[in-house]
Every structure is written in C-alpha cells, then in structure tokens.
C-alpha cells in the first residue's frame, strides 16, 4: 500500500549571536499515516454493477453497505440505512431500478428491493415467499427488465417474475445454483452455475442440460450486452464463452477468485470482485484483454 507522509521536522540554524532553532513541522515530532482511501471496512463483496445511465458509475454491493465508485476512484458508502445485499443486479435498462436481495439491519431477510436512487434508499418489492426469500444468486432480462429471476439461498426454489415482482412462479432447476443469466438476446436461454459446473436452459427452465465444467463450483457467471458470457471456475479462474456455452476460452486470470462481474462492453472494460488467496474482498477495473489492471479497494490493511 502506498502511505502519504506528513512532512518532517526540518532544523534551521541561524546565528544571532546565539543558536535560534526553528522548527518546520506539521504540529508534531512523530511521523503520521494518512488512511489509505482504497481501504475499506467492507466484509464480503457481493455484487457489482454499472449504472445504466453512466458506465463510468460502478457500484459494489457489500456485506453490510452499499458503495459508489466513479473512474475507478476510492468507493464512497452511499446506502442511508445499512444492510447485507446478498444477490444484486443493476440493470440494462435505463429506466429500471436496481435489485437486491439479503438482510436488513434488524435481522431476517429482505425478499426483493428495489433502489432508484442508485442505492441511496431501497423498499420492499416483494417477500416471495414467507419468511421472505434469500436471494443468493439473481438475474434480470435485458430484452424486458420486468423479467426477474432468483434462488433462494435456503433451497426453497428458483423464482421467476415478468411483471417486476407483482406477481412469481417457481421453474424447474437442475440442483442448487449459485449464479444466474439471462442471455441479453434471447430471454428463454439462461446460465445456472452449480457446485457441478453450469447448466443450460433453452425454454426458460422447463428443461436444463449441463454444458460445462463437471464437478467444479462455478462462483460467477454474467453477459456483457453484446452477448459474451463470463465466468469464474474452480480450477480454471476466469472463463468466456463467444457462443453461448457451446464452447470456453480460459482468460488471463488474477489472484482473486471472482464472486461478481460488472462488464462494460462499449469501454472494453470489466470489473472483477472477490476474495485474494490471503482472504482479502477486492474489486479491481481491467481491460477485456486483461493486460492492465487497477485495484479500486480492499479491505487488506497494512
């Protein structure tokens, strides 16, 4: 980490007849750190997303609040009332609300939330079931961003909505799926990552078919708006796929293991979140070649 110094007592020596010492300093002897701000607080990193109305606006969904990033500069907390945002989704569409799923302050589960704001307030779109759901894994549709899929974290079901949360159904799904997406050209096609690679479905869940990765965790998946699906394996890091799972290419990975996606396909940028080998929650913004990358936070401290 680089550290900001204040500077230090510098002696200055004039002769008067007697030795006079002046003392250029801060207002004291000792050295000083000024906090890092790419440290952050931060728990667990559990979504990203890119604001629909500004790419350069990333926002990072955390384990206890909700935070802005702007040109990959320091992230900002901007969420007025804390909670743990499990699953979240910001939309394609610049009409649209951002979606979450978690717990709040007080304990329990939120179902689904919705911000306009950019994450600043959130209400209660829907419980789903009851006790509310705990969405883990979520998706929304590019072609309509009323549709809204997500699986409960307690295995209750994968839920499905068209109509922005008024109303649900449960669809079929394969075994517990840790990762959702819905292809931007075709809705009935979606991506389940499980603890046993990914599955496929054409028909928008009525049947699934396992295309990838055998018996290895899948952490992420997620589209770029141009159709390109991402990935994060166990074993194989960072993947993509150009034709819609039928074939993967591995990519230039990192030391993190990446949880969340937020992909800016016009800009060749992607941004990455997840866990270091030492354990530390980072997001870092790369180039889609992966040839450079900036770290924008971590809660690693010195």
Do not use: C
């Amino acid at each position: 980490m680089v550290k900001f110094k204040k500077k230090f007592t510098i002696p200055i020596v004039v002769l008067t007849g007697i030795m006079v010492v002046f003392a250029l300093s801060s207002g004291t002897d000792q050295e000083q750190d000024v906090p890092n701000p790419r440290v952050m607080e931060w728990r667990h990193i559990h979504g990203l997303g890119l604001d629909p109305n500004d790419s350069n606006l990333l926002f990072i969904a955390t384990h206890g609040d909700f935070y802005h990033s702007r040109n990959g500069s320091p992230p900002v907390k901007v969420d007025k009332i804390r909670a743990d945002y499990m699953a979240f989704s910001a939309p394609y569409d610049k009409d649209a609300p951002l979606y979450a799923s978690g717990h709040p302050s007080t304990g329990g589960n939120t179902g689904l939330i919705k911000s306009s704001d950019g994450g600043i307030t959130w209400q209660q779109v829907a419980t789903v079931l009851e006790p509310p759901v705990d969405f883990h894994a979520m998706a929304v549709g590019k072609i309509d961003p009323n549709l809204i899929m997500g699986f409960d974290s307690g295995n209750r079901g994968l839920f499905k909505t068209t109509d922005a949360g008024k109303t649900w159904i449960t669809i079929d799904y394969p075994e517990y799926i840790s990762a959702l997406a819905i292809s931007p050209h075709d809705s009935s096609i979606i991506f389940a990552g499980t603890a046993n690679g990914i599955y496929k479905t054409n028909d928008g869940g009525k049947t699934w078919s396992h295309v990838s990765y055998k018996g290895l965790n899948v952490f992420a998946l997620s589209f770029d708006e141009q159709g390109t699906l991402f990935g994060s394996v166990d074993t194989f890091g960072l993947v993509k796929s150009d034709d819609i799972g039928g074939s993967w290419e591995n990519i230039p990975d990192i030391d993190l293991t990446v949880t969340s996606f937020a992909l800016d396909h016009s800009n060749k940028i992607i941004y990455v979140g997840g866990y270091s080998s030492g354990g530390f929650q980072e997001v870092y913004k790369m180039t889609y070649d992966l040839e450079s990358y900036d770290l924008i936070a971590t809660n690693k401290r010195d």
